[in-house]
């Protein structure tokens, strides 16, 4: 197991070893239609709002969900390996575009008990909140050590297999675009920031990447085909945030377009920064290798700084990934050929079978 795998199988096994009061009845919601589309896998990303654990470090996981009209099952991927294999699976009603999750479970000694709900937003993200309790097992672990936290939410739903890497360091002007509220003086402001992008290479969680961002805010997102979704919760000017929908679009080392949120007590104000956003690395000595393939086959390369890039290709479709220059390997199943890429170029490669 690699180092990035063995971080996840982390995140995502302590993730539920915290919690809610089981003391409550679940409820199905019978009213309004459900309106919210969750059917298929999502990566959730937390932020401890209260805690009464030793730990204050958010958290990362992924969950499965099979909806069936209003009601649905929330598998988790407890181990990180994208099996599924040890059925943990929550009850969960949706309700207009609100899902809530009820459940408890035995895993590694303990008893966790978990209380999610979730907002959709736009397609593909969601926000929200998470109750979680943790009681020790008698007999199986330290029956002081059980403990509860209340951590902020984002959703994102991992799509089709990305056409490009966002990996990288990125210098980013952030323009306060429109604001309500207290913040409105910040209207027509520009912050010049640096992102540091970390896409995922894992095809289990393809597309997936986070954004730490050095005005200590943390951003989820996934590239989708083309499109790149962005949501996230964090903390500034004394208010609690939280990204409601995205429009950024990237080209080679190039990304522009808006990040929108609400804000406030009740999240009654809204705001939306205009980013522009450049990708030094690589100006000047990188290449784009444009990939296309007539059937479904996953496709690994390694670049000339050892960097890795996991893409799952399906037939007919056409996959771009921004590497520097020099000699790059690529691996499909047992082939392997290497490819000398010059700098400021863009290469075409069709595989073969």
Same mark, same amino acid.
């Given at each position: 197991? $690699? ?22 009845? !679940? #409820? ?21 709002? *209260? ?5 204050? *470090? ?9 909806? %069936? ?21 929550? /009850? ?42 943790? #009681? ?23 799509? %089709?297999? /990305? ?16 604001? $309500? ?22 095809? !289990? ?18 590239? %989708? ?9 964090? #903390?500034?000017?004394?208010?609690? !945030? ?12 190039? =990304? ?74 690529? =691996? ?22």
């Amino acid at each position: 197991m $690699t180092a990035t795998q063995t971080a996840w199988v982390c995140a995502a096994s302590v993730l539920f070893l915290a919690g809610c009061d089981m003391s409550k009845t !679940f #409820t199905p919601i019978e009213s309004p239609e459900p309106a919210l589309a969750a059917n298929g896998t999502w990566m959730l990303q937390t932020r401890i709002l *209260e805690s009464a654990c030793e730990s204050t *470090e958010g958290k990362n996981m992924v969950i499965s969900v099979v909806q %069936n009209g209003g009601s649905a099952q929330i598998f988790l991927d407890a181990d990180g390996d994208g099996s599924f294999a040890e059925l943990i699976q929550l /009850p969960a009603s949706i309700s207009g575009s609100r899902l809530r999750a009820l459940g408890q479970y035995e895993n590694g000694g303990w008893m966790h008990h978990v209380d999610l709900t979730l907002e959709g937003i736009v397609w593909g993200s969601m926000t929200g909140r998470l109750e979680l309790e943790t #009681t020790p097992i008698a007999g199986q672990a330290d029956p002081m050590s059980g403990c509860v936290t209340s951590e902020a939410v984002t959703a994102i739903k991992i799509g %089709n297999p /990305p056409q490009f890497d966002l990996s990288g360091g990125w210098d980013v002007a952030q323009t306060t675009a429109f604001a $309500t509220g207290p913040l409105q003086a910040l209207t027509g402001s520009t912050t010049d920031l640096g992102w540091k992008i970390r896409q995922d290479s894992d095809p !289990f969680l393809r597309g997936v990447f986070t954004i730490g961002s050095s005005d200590d805010r943390e951003y989820l997102g996934v590239v %989708n085909d083309s499109q790149i979704i962005v949501g996230g919760t964090f #903390t500034a000017y004394g208010y609690d !945030f939280h990204v409601t929908y995205s429009t950024l679009n990237a080209h080679d080392d190039d =990304m522009s377009g808006q990040l929108l949120a609400k804000y406030g007590p009740n999240k009654e104000f809204e705001i939306g920064w205009n980013i522009v956003a450049h990708r030094p690395y690589g100006v000047g000595n990188g290449s784009t290798l444009q990939l296309s393939s007539s059937t479904d086959q996953s496709v690994t390369l390694v670049d000339s700084r050892g960097g890795v890039h996991s893409l799952q290709l399906h037939a007919g479709d056409e996959a771009r990934v921004r590497v520097p220059a020099g000699l790059t390997r690529l =691996m499909s199943g047992s082939k392997q050929e290497t490819l000398l890429l010059e700098p400021q170029t863009r290469a075409a490669l069709s595989l073969q079978p």
